[in-house]
């Protein structure tokens, strides 16, 4: 019963908002820069589906996995400003900007933000084996062994790579970075003991936290993260400017017109906030957002200005 009027109150607040009869007027692509399974192809599939529902037109995930995700991004910002072809994008859409200086495309210009679909928090993980118990010691502990401190990443440039540049910047500490090709193997070389820290969304570590074969430090966001009450924020912990949850936003090309831009914004923002798609995305490990095109236009900034001065401080250069 309870799954039933989540259902009927869904498809109100669908009937209740105005439609554009114009969009979408043939099927439309969620272009995704990443491989199928993975977190950024799960939420476009999901779209896909809820989407493909209420329109009554196709929704297809296309996937252009290769250059960090730029090769989908290229693909929208070429398309035509016509609202069927859009982009899924993770959080590395703002870090890439940063990285790679000869992008053939402008996020700032190229794009029309819609909405930010769902935050990921990420926690700091560390292994059992080392000597702390909390954020404070393994600061502590890194600045009196620099470079012993170990931590594993998903490859050079990576959200975890730069969430590791900016906790050394931030707090003065040395760690040596340890790459590896996806979060994985990473989590694979925390778990056998070859590094010590790794800085990953909380689904990646949350089984390995419950046997107690990691241990997790601190939530980087603004808030705790509700399936771990116990574990405080990097702040609370004493680390303030430490805040890199990942993210999952529609976008699509430069001048797409408001009437699109308005009707996606309202139609994302009301599926991932139902009832049910916000469990779903719960016991993924994300959080439902559905913010408005504005405030996801101040986050990509943000995280552009942020992640430009740790590339250039850090000294990072893309693979």
């Known amino acids: 019963m309870k799954k039933l009027l989540n259902g009927l109150a869904l498809a109100l607040v669908f009937v209740s908002l105005p439609a554009s009869a114009q969009y979408p007027t043939k099927p439309v692509r969620l272009v995704v820069g990443f491989p199928p399974g993975g977190g950024v192809d799960i939420m476009a599939r999901l779209l896909s589906q809820k989407l493909t529902e209420l329109w009554g037109k196709p929704v297809v995930v296309e996937n252009r996995a290769?250059?960090?995700?730029?090769?989908?991004?290229?693909?929208?910002?070429?398309?035509?400003?016509?609202?069927?072809?859009?982009?899924?994008?993770?959080?590395?859409?703002?870090?890439?900007?940063?990285?790679?200086?000869?992008l053939p495309f402008d996020i700032n210009r190229d794009f029309t933000p819609v909405t930010l679909v769902a935050?990921?928090?990420?926690?700091?993980?560390?292994?059992?084996?080392?000597?702390?118990?909390?954020?404070?010691?393994?600061?502590?502990?890194?600045?009196?062994?620099?470079?012993?401190?170990?931590?594993?990443?998903?490859?050079?440039?990576?959200?975890?790579?730069?969430?590791?540049?900016?906790?050394?910047?931030?707090?003065?500490?040395?760690?040596?970075?340890?790459?590896?090709?996806?979060?994985?193997?990473?989590?694979?070389?925390?778990?056998?003991?070859?590094?010590?820290?790794?800085?990953?969304?909380?689904?990646?570590?949350?089984?390995?936290?419950?046997?107690?074969?990691?241990?997790?430090?601190?939530?980087?966001?603004?808030?705790?993260?509700?399936?771990?009450?116990?574990?405080?924020?990097?702040?609370?912990?004493?680390?303030?400017?430490?805040?890199i949850d990942y993210w999952y936003a529609v976008l699509g090309p430069a001048g797409l017109p408001r009437p699109i831009v308005d009707q996606l914004q309202r139609d994302i923002s009301a599926i991932v906030n139902a009832p049910e798609t916000q469990a779903s995305l719960l016991a993924q490990g994300s959080i439902s957002v559905g913010s408005t095109p504005e405030e996801l236009t101040a986050l990509i900034r943000r995280e552009y200005e942020l992640w430009s001065k740790v590339v250039k401080a850090g000294g990072v250069k893309a693979e």
Not at 72 to 95: I, M, N
Not at 173 to 202: C, D, N, S
């Open 119 to 243: 935050t990921a928090p990420v926690v700091v993980i560390a292994s059992p084996s080392l000597p702390a118990k909390n954020l404070a010691e393994l600061i502590e502990y890194a600045r009196a062994h620099p470079g012993a401190v170990k931590f594993a990443s998903s490859g050079i440039g990576t959200p975890v790579h730069l969430g590791g540049e900016l906790m050394m910047q931030l707090t003065g500490i040395r760690i040596t970075h340890v790459p590896y090709k996806g979060i994985a193997p990473a989590m694979t070389a925390m778990l056998a003991g070859e590094t010590e820290i790794t800085f990953a969304a909380v689904l990646s570590g949350m089984q390995h936290f419950k046997s107690g074969r990691l241990r997790p430090l601190a939530v980087a966001g603004r808030s705790r993260y509700p399936g771990l009450p116990e574990v405080p924020t990097t702040a609370e912990a004493g680390l303030t400017g430490f805040e």
């Open 66 to 102: 290769g250059a960090a995700g730029n090769i989908a991004t290229e693909t929208v910002a070429k398309s035509a400003p016509d609202g069927h072809t859009l982009t899924v994008a993770f959080s590395s859409y703002a870090s890439n900007a940063a990285l790679y200086p000869n």
